[in-house]
């Protein structure tokens, strides 16, 4: 099939009220942890998204029974009996390392291959050994393949985290569910996620305390108490967050329905800072803008710090800032590729290491671009409806992975975004 774009028209338009879809990063370790629940878990408000996809694919493949039905997936895990992920899939999806927990937590073992890099960075799993380590297991590296086993069982034990790691934290919490005694996770990610996650198993019948604070204690339960469940993911921050960026860029208003504010607190106050209107009921916040933007600094951290998946979203914003704005990168060692597709456009960032300077500058010119990760790829589309003229964006299954219709929920928001093959004649 021809390579597909996303062509863009400038100077365009983003008002309205956008549906957030279910968090891909909630959903993927739901699908992963329903192997703890021998039999059919039905997950609701799950996106229709690539990398859900390729999660089926996975889950299928150690033998479960996938159906997706709209927004909701049935994930039979009650005839799983293989616990070897293939690389192929592996390689596609890194996230697929979400079911080397569960798979040891069910089977006592289990055969994963080695996640990769991506562009982002080298996406290290070290931390997610320590801890699994810590637990009883004991890991060899086979040509590629992590080869798990747990000669005397899995116990728990006391786990002190490096660093907050979201994918550590959760691999942990779903072995120590099934795991001998207490096991208590200090320096543990506190993204809204992982409460998501942990509630979800809650629901199966394990016991776990503390999800989303920095120390989770969970007591181990046999793994024949465990049972399938019915949950509803929720809302995607970093899906609101994006919208609401465009609203802030834009000037809006848009508002962003399905999602719990809490969970974008320190976005919203730096939205507030560069002068946005930010206004939020239980369930919805509306973002819009009547003067201009100013500058702000950015320090990307852990939960509750700001997101570095809303990190380029921010950078477009103080790209067109009346000022100079600082973003920091503390998660990823190399999260600024987005910089240089924006400097195509006009944008004046220099990146110092860790630290991007951005200039404001008055306006944007349309061009040819790719999107180099999910995120970088949502907020180019962006760039381009504020642009002048016309934006071409490449390589957009990255945006396909992580978000639902993304073209047509912009259009519904009143802008010029359609998809057409990468050979398309000009607009106009
Ligand atoms: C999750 O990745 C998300 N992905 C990422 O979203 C998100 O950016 C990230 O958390 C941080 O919030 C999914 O949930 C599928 P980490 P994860 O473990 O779990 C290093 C998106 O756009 N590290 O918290 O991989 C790691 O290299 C994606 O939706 C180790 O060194 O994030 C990174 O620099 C992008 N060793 C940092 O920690 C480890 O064992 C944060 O990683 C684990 C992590």
């Given at each position: 099939m021809a390579e597909e774009i996303i062509i863009?028209?400038?100077?365009?338009?983003?008002?309205?009220?956008?549906?957030?879809?279910?968090?891909?990063?909630?959903?993927?370790?739901?699908?992963?942890?329903?192997?703890?629940?021998q039999?059919?878990?039905?997950?609701?408000?799950?996106?229709?998204?690539?990398?859900?996809?390729?999660?089926?694919?996975?889950?299928?493949?150690?033998?479960?029974?996938?159906?997706?039905?709209?927004?909701?997936?049935?994930?039979?895990?009650?005839?799983?009996?293989?616990?070897?992920?293939?690389?192929?899939?592996?390689?596609?999806?890194?996230?697929?390392?979400?079911?080397?927990?569960?798979?040891?937590?069910?089977?006592?073992?289990?055969r994963v291959a080695m996640p990769g890099g991506c562009q982002i960075g080298a996406r290290k799993i070290d931390m997610h050994l320590v801890g699994l380590e810590a637990l009883g297991v004991h890991f060899d590296v086979d040509h590629g393949f992590l080869e798990a086993t747990t000669p005397k069982g899995l116990h728990g034990a006391n786990v002190?985290?490096?660093?907050?790691?979201?994918?550590?934290?959760?691999?942990?919490?779903?072995?120590a569910v099934v795991a001998e005694g207490r096991t208590l996770v200090e320096n543990a990610a506190r993204e809204p996620e992982i409460e998501d996650l942990a509630r979800m198993l809650s629901a199966m019948g394990a016991r776990v305390q503390g999800a989303g604070t920095s120390t989770i204690e969970v007591e181990g339960v046999p793994l024949s108490s465990l049972h399938p469940c019915e949950h509803t993911t929720v809302g995607d921050r970093i899906e609101a967050g994006t919208f609401l960026a465009g609203g802030a860029l834009m000037g809006g208003p848009v508002t962003a329905r399905g999602i719990d504010p809490a969970f974008l607190?320190?976005?919203?106050?730096?939205?507030?800072?560069?002068?946005?209107?930010?206004?939020?009921?239980?369930?919805?916040?509306?973002?819009?803008?009547?003067?201009?933007?100013?500058?702000?600094?950015?320090?990307t951290l852990p939960h509750p710090g700001f997101p570095t998946d809303l990190q380029a979203q921010f950078m477009l914003l103080a790209a067109r800032a009346e000022g100079n704005s600082v973003i920091t990168e503390n998660v990823f060692e190399n999260r600024f590729m987005f910089a240089a597709e924006l400097g195509r456009m006009g944008a004046d960032i220099?990146?110092?290491?860790?630290?991007?300077?951005?200039?404001?500058?008055?306006?944007?010119?349309?061009?040819?671009?790719?999107?180099?990760?999910?995120?970088?790829g949502a907020a180019i589309v962006l760039a381009g409806i504020s642009a002048e003229g016309e934006t071409r964006v490449h390589h957009i299954e990255h945006i396909d992975r992580g978000y639902e219709d993304y073209v047509g929920k912009l259009v519904a928001l009143g802008a010029d975004v359609r998809r057409a093959p990468a050979d398309a004649l000009p607009s106009r």
């Open positions: 863009v028209q400038g100077n365009g338009t983003l008002e309205g009220e956008v549906a957030v879809s279910g968090a891909k990063n909630s959903a993927l370790k739901l699908m992963a942890a329903s192997l703890l629940g039999g059919e878990t039905v997950i609701h408000n799950v996106p229709r998204i690539s990398d859900i996809d390729i999660m089926g694919e996975v889950l299928a493949c150690l033998g479960a029974r996938v159906e997706r039905s709209g927004h909701t997936l049935a994930v039979d895990t009650a005839q799983v009996a293989r616990c070897e992920t293939p690389y192929e899939l592996v390689s596609k999806m890194r996230a697929s390392i979400a079911v080397l927990g569960p798979l040891i937590g069910r089977f006592g073992q289990a002190t985290l490096e660093f907050p790691s979201v994918g550590a934290t959760e691999n942990l919490l779903m072995a607190r320190m976005a919203l106050m730096k939205l507030e800072a560069m002068g946005c209107n930010v206004d939020a009921g239980d369930d919805w916040v509306t973002v819009g803008r009547t003067r201009p933007l100013d500058p702000i600094d950015i320090q220099t990146i110092e290491g860790h630290h991007a300077l951005v200039r404001g500058v008055p306006r944007l010119q349309g061009a040819p671009v790719s999107a180099t990760d999910l995120r970088a």
